[in-house]
């Protein structure tokens, strides 16, 4: 009875081990984002399949825009969050 416990909770452990992949489409690029014309001619290569990095640039509006990207298995990247920031001024009370 115990080993059969034992396999099964072994079982479960296992089966939470997966890797999760990103599949989704992605967020729609804008003017200023890595892939607004298309994907990067560069394949990131060294990168791991489903490591992120950040982008950050002034939109099209002078917005501050955060965006994160994921790369897909097919190192191609897709957009998995984006963020409006704040406009701050300076030397304003």
Same mark, same amino acid.
């Given at each position: 009875?115990?080993?059969?416990?034992?396999?099964?909770?072994?079982?479960?452990?296992?089966?939470?081990?997966?890797?999760?992949?990103?599949?989704?489409?992605?967020?729609?690029?804008?003017?200023?984002?890595?892939?607004?014309?298309? !994907?990067?001619?560069?394949?990131?290569?060294?990168?791991?399949?489903?490591?992120?990095?950040?982008?950050?640039?002034? /939109?099209?509006?002078?917005?501050?825009?955060?965006?994160?990207?994921?790369? @897909?298995? /097919?190192?191609?990247?897709?957009?998995?969050? @984006? !963020?409006?920031?704040?406009?701050?001024?300076?030397? @304003?009370?």
């Amino acid at each position: 009875m115990k080993l059969i416990a034992f396999s099964l909770i072994g079982a479960l452990a296992l089966a939470g081990c997966t890797t999760v992949e990103y599949t989704g489409p992605g967020i729609e690029p804008i003017p200023g984002s890595i892939t607004y014309n298309g !994907q990067p001619r560069t394949k990131l290569t060294k990168s791991p399949i489903g490591s992120t990095f950040p982008h950050n640039f002034i /939109d099209q509006y002078g917005r501050q825009v955060e965006e994160t990207y994921i790369i @897909r298995p /097919d190192r191609s990247l897709a957009i998995a969050h @984006r !963020q409006y920031r704040p406009i701050t001024i300076f030397g @304003r009370d």
